[in-house]
Every structure is written in structure tokens, then in C-alpha cells.
């Protein structure tokens, strides 16, 4: 299709507003952690590493990172369990509820946040508390996990619904068992596709704050909740935006490395 300059420029014009929407604000967090006043003010009055000193040393923010690392590792572990698991029962075989099945996976990712944790919530009372087992880090893995998972679902299905099963076929008629095949062929295909989706689990995990208000209870904190406690304390707002900052670069990185190896895997599989 070929639009008129016209048209062309208000694209560009359109799509630039978007960006700026939804980057400017980001940008601001960023510059203004740098800045030496305790009040926010624009344009910043001067520059100061002072602020990211003070975050750094500050113990509760030390303790919420951690956290929040060791939530989205866990999380991200048992999302790449699961979400490969369902995802070869979906792409490989053929069963009653296959369907329901794959549309009950990918259901917690479109669902308000507020809606799983809700649900989350009310599942550890009644399910997990008679059994012991109380608000903390578990139940906060567990709640991430229930979303992450679609994204290694999704990643590793789409996979291998471009992989040819003639390569499987001819390393069992070589004489290799099944875990044979599954280790030095089938994994080796999929391995761009695990670490694609380990990323974007990991990355949802870490800035995830509605459903881990619900399952954390009041011991826990990760960084986001942190930053929500902290964001309207003044004498505390410029270490805020330092973490903020911080949480944003965080995020960037998993999603952008794991365009890079979607990107990557997809050429590869373009040339095959």
C-alpha cells in the first residue's frame, strides 16, 4: 500500500505522540533522580550523585531488590517448567479439552491484575493457611508464576509449531531414545525460545505490584511496593526516583534481550 505524503507525515506525527507518551514520563523519572534538590523541579537545578548514593546504602530498598530478584527467579523457574510442559501437551498430542485447555492458559495475562489477585487471595486462605503455609515469598511466587507462564507458553509453542518433525524422526531412526532426542536435538531448538521467555517472565515478575499486594502479606516487600510506601514520603522522594530509575532499567533490559533472540530465531528459522 502506498500513502500520500500526507498521510505519511501524519503517521510519523501520530506514532512520535505515542512514543512521547510513553517515554517522556520515564526520561523524567531518570533525569530528576540526578537531581540535587529534595523537591521536584524542572528543569532539574543541577547534578548530583548524592541521591544514588543514598539508595544504594538505603537497607529497605537493598532488601526489596533482593526480594524482588528472588521472586522472579522463582517464578521464572516454574513458569519454564510448566509453560514447556503444556506446551508440548498442546502442539504434540491430541486429547479431549485440548482447546479449553490452551485458551485456560493464556486466560491470566488478559485478566485485571486486581482480579487474579483477588482470586489469588482468597485461594492461599482457604487452600494453603489450614495447611500452614502463610502469606511470603512462596505465595508471591506462586501468584507471578500464574502469568508468567503464558509467556513461555506462548514463546516455546510458537517454536514449535515452526520446527520440522523430520529432524526428531531421523534422530530416533538413528537409534537415539527419547530423552536422546529431546537433549541434543529438540532442546538445542528451543533453547532461543526458553531464554526468550525466561526473560519476559522474569521482567513481568519483577515490576508486577497489583497481585503481589495480595499475596505478600504484610512481611514482604518487593521494589514496587517499596516505591508505592515510600512515593509520598518527601523526605524520601529523591531516593525514590533513583529506584525508580533503577526498576525501569531493570525491565528494559529482559524485554529488549528477548526481542533480540525472537528476532534472531526467527531469521534462523527464515533460512532453514
Not at 23 to 31: C, E, F, G, I
Not at 141 to 159: K, M, P, S
Not at 178 to 196: D, E, I
Request: proline share 5%; hydrophobic share 55%.
Amino acid at each position: 500500500m502506498i500513502l500520500s505524503r500526507g498521510a505519511r507525515w501524519a503517521m510519523g506525527v501520530f506514532v512520535a505522540a505515542c512514543l512521547a507518551f510513553i517515554y517522556v514520563p520515564l526520561v523524567v523519572v531518570v533525569v530528576t533522580s540526578f537531581n540535587p534538590e529534595r523537591t521536584f523541579g524542572w528543569p532539574p537545578s543541577g547534578f548530583t550523585l548524592k541521591w544514588w548514593d543514598k539508595a544504594l546504602h538505603n537497607e529497605g530498598a537493598r532488601a526489596a531488590l533482593l526480594t524482588s530478584i528472588k521472586a522472579g527467579i522463582g517464578a521464572t523457574v516454574i513458569a519454564l517448567i510448566l509453560g514447556t510442559m503444556l506446551s508440548f501437551a498442546i502442539q504434540r498430542y491430541r486429547f479431549f479439552g485440548r482447546e479449553p485447555l490452551s485458551f485456560l492458559v493464556v486466560l491470566p495475562i488478559a485478566l485485571p491484575g486486581i482480579v487474579t489477585g483477588i482470586a489469588l487471595n482468597s485461594a492461599i486462605q482457604t487452600t494453603l493457611k489450614p495447611l500452614g503455609i502463610g502469606f511470603g515469598l512462596f505465595t508471591v511466587i506462586i501468584g507471578h508464576a500464574t502469568f508468567c507462564v503464558v509467556v513461555v507458553y506462548n514463546n516455546v509453542l510458537a517454536r514449535l509449531r515452526r520446527m520440522s518433525g523430520n529432524i526428531e524422526e531421523a534422530s530416533s531412526d538413528l537409534g537415539a531414545n527419547t530423552f536422546q532426542t529431546f537433549r541434543y536435538v529438540t532442546l538445542p531448538s528451543l533453547k532461543t525460545a526458553l531464554l526468550a521467555g525466561a526473560l519476559l517472565a522474569f521482567g513481568l515478575s519483577f515490576d508486577e505490584i497489583v497481585v503481589t499486594t495480595f499475596t505478600a502479606g504484610a512481611n514482604i516487600q518487593t521494589l514496587p511496593i517499596w516505591i508505592f510506601d515510600n512515593l509520598f514520603r518527601p523526605t524520601q522522594a529523591p531516593v525514590v526516583n533513583v529506584v525508580a530509575a533503577i526498576l525501569v532499567f531493570f525491565s528494559i533490559v529482559p524485554i529488549w534481550l528477548s526481542q533480540r533472540l525472537a528476532g534472531a530465531d526467527a531469521t534462523a528459522g527464515g533460512r532453514v
